[in-house]
T-cell receptor, first 116, second 107 residues
């Protein structure tokens, strides 16, 4: 099946610093990737849609200047949490859309961010 | 995307078939029914999807009613590793996750 990886799997950072999370589709090319956030005991919440070669589309209430998304190639999208604060601590998950009928999305294993 | 309704939790005995229902009465003609599951602290895992025909793969079967207003995911022989939150999603463009069904497999 299609494999999506994320790096790092977990990160601890100080308040005010920036953190970059990478999402890679390992065995297929993805023109569209998605970034989700999940707080404890809650469901996944879509943050933004990342399109290769163009600007990301953010969901309502998600600050685009705080969560910078770059989709520079067909296999890599990055999410940078700028000036992180403790309330940004969460589980960040990406997915990549597999080309073809139905365009199934495959998810990465997630990145746990803890901001101190 | 159409909204889905799932029971919040279900139990199933190990080795038995787990049948997870989902209602999606507002589904439109071009929307697929997708099932994912999320085991604790992991990313969601794709299980199966369908448009109007029943589907089967190595993990599960998906039964979609003729009017497409509901579906059932069937795990034929549940194991302890199938304990997870199962999400039924109807999508045209994006996946919108609801609260899902927490399935617990009982030894």
């Amino acid at each position: 099946g299609a494999v999506v990886s994320q790096h790092p799997s977990w990160v601890i950072c100080k308040s005010g610093t920036s953190v970059k999370i990478e999402c890679r589709s390992l065995d297929f090319q993805a023109t569209t990737m998605f970034w989700y956030r999940q707080f404890p005991k809650q469901s996944l919440m879509l943050m933004a849609t990342s399109n290769e070669g163009s600007k990301a589309t953010y969901e309502q209430g998600v600050e685009k200047d705080k969560f910078l998304i770059n989709h520079a190639s067909l296999t890599l999208s990055t999410l940078t949490v700028t000036s992180a604060h403790p309330e940004d601590s969460s589980f960040y998950i990406c997915s990549a859309r597999y080309p073809g009928v139905g365009e199934t999305q495959y998810f990465g294993p997630g990145t746990r961010l803890l901001v101190l | 995307d159409a909204k889905t309704t799932q029971p919040p939790s279900m139990d199933c005995a190990e080795g038995r078939a787990a049948n997870l229902p989902c209602n999606h009465s507002t589904i439109s003609g071009n929307e697929y029914v997708y099932w994912y599951r999320q085991i604790h602290s992991q990313g969601p895992q794709y299980i199966i999807h369908g448009l109007k025909n029943n589907e089967t793969n190595e993990m599960a079967s998906l039964i979609i009613t003729e009017d497409r207003k509901s579906s059932t995911l069937i795990l034929p022989h549940a194991t302890l590793r199938d304990t997870a939150v199962y999400y039924c999603i109807v999508r045209a463009e994006k996946l919108t996750f609801g609260t899902g069904t927490r399935l617990t497999i009982i030894p």
